[in-house]
């Protein structure tokens, strides 16, 4: 068995691993990325489309495009790199183990880890769709995978089941590919998308949304012949009578992503059920010391520039690790107040100074200001025109180290 020893290794190869391993190389660890697909970049090598990059670079970039600034200067840096490696289990000591076709069985003794392994997508079991079981029916990754990097066109007539990004974005592109998409179905009362998503990928090519309905059966055997949707009622169960047959002989599932933290889990670090992900400080840093998490491991962003900032600051979480910055250190909770589903990081250390935070609302809102209170004392944040869940809030506070008592986050109506 190899035996690799390394003062940062990265799991994951996508854009939150990316970063964090160029930063904590630059920071002066010696760094080595795991990824278990063939190449790096993750998700990002099969997204065509723009829209990428914009708040990082301020130009708009292909999926593509904007893994591949990284990549480029990940090789520049002489990063190491093990692709087509499977990590197999992460100890509490550190110490990882992995399998290649090159080098079989791999040994890692890490002095820190950061977690940066995406997420995946909902599959029709976890959204109860009754009826058989033919082939047909994919998720909307699986989709953009065939059409973008195979060039497979898995169908002719298409319902999207779910109004999240992917299903969006993939609506556009199977219909400039000749595919018909009979219509988005989305079983919330609100849209799951962001809002140039819905107007770039429905609404300009006219393709309609329909919400408040769902897919209730799946016809077909061998192959999808239809589905059946209706309408929902306030508590989201099938109305009698609103049933609709439609024949299609492609069901695609963008029905939400989930953070992937079976490797997390392994380690019984602390983990916050309103994310799926694991609880994590201001650094990023799990509830075990020197192991860190970033990107969509954490939370599903909206933004890959968010998700590269996350692995910069567990990058520069590790090297104050390294250093001894971040020991006995006194934690203040984050609390989620007014209006905000989650915040995260979820918890700060005895610090002072600008932190960033990201949060999600509970429901849509007007004309708002974001509020920080630290103990007694509440900071006006940054005014907001629109809020909406599925547009992540990313919002910079200035913490005040004497300041008692936890730090909350609301939104608060202005004026």
Known sequence: MRQIQT??????GGPAGLAAAIKAHRGG?????????????????????????????????TGGQYAQVFIDEAEQEGIAVKLD????????????YAVNTEDGLLEIKAKTIILAMGCRERTRSQVMIYGTRPAGVLTAGAV?????????????????????DIGLIMARRMTLEGIEVKGVYEIMHTEGGL??????????????????????????????????????????KPIAGTEEYIECDLLVLSVGLIPENELSEQLDIEMDPRTRGPVVDEQMMTSMPGVFAAGNVVTVFDLVDYVSQTGEMAAQGAIRYLEGDLEDRVY??????????????????DTEGKVPVFMRVRKPDEKVRLMCTQGDVAHKLKKH??????????????????????ICISVAKEG
Not at 37 to 55: A, N, P, V
Not at 150 to 164: D, R, T
Not at 201 to 230: M, N, Q, R, S
Not at 385 to 406: F, N, R
């Open 85 to 96: 490696t499977m990590v197999l289990e992460i100890r509490p000591d550190k110490t990882i």
């Open 29 to 61: 660890l010696s760094t080595l990325i795991i990824e278990r697909d063939l190449s790096l970049g993750g998700i990002l090598q099969q997204c065509i489309h723009d829209g990428f990059g914009l708040q990082r670079f301020k130009r708009r970039m």
């Open 195 to 236: 809002t140039r998503n819905i107007v770039q990928c429905l609404e300009d090519y006219g393709i309609p949304l329909h919400l408040a309905t769902t897919v209730t059966k799946i016809h077909g055997k061998g192959k999808i012949e239809g589905v059946t949707v209706a309408k929902v009622d306030e508590n989201l």
């Open 144 to 164: 953009q995978r065939y059409i973008n990097m195979e060039g497979y066109l898995p169908g002719k007539k298409a319902v999207i089941l779910g109004s999240g």
């Open 332 to 349: 203040r909770p984050v609390e989620a107040g007014d209006n905000v589903s989650f915040v995260v990081p979820q918890r700060i250390g």
């Open 7 to 12: 003062d940062c290794a990265v799991i994951g």
């Open 385 to 406: 025109a629109v809020v909406k869940p599925p547009e992540m809030v990313c919002e910079v506070i200035d913490l005040d180290k004497t300041a008692e008592g936890p």
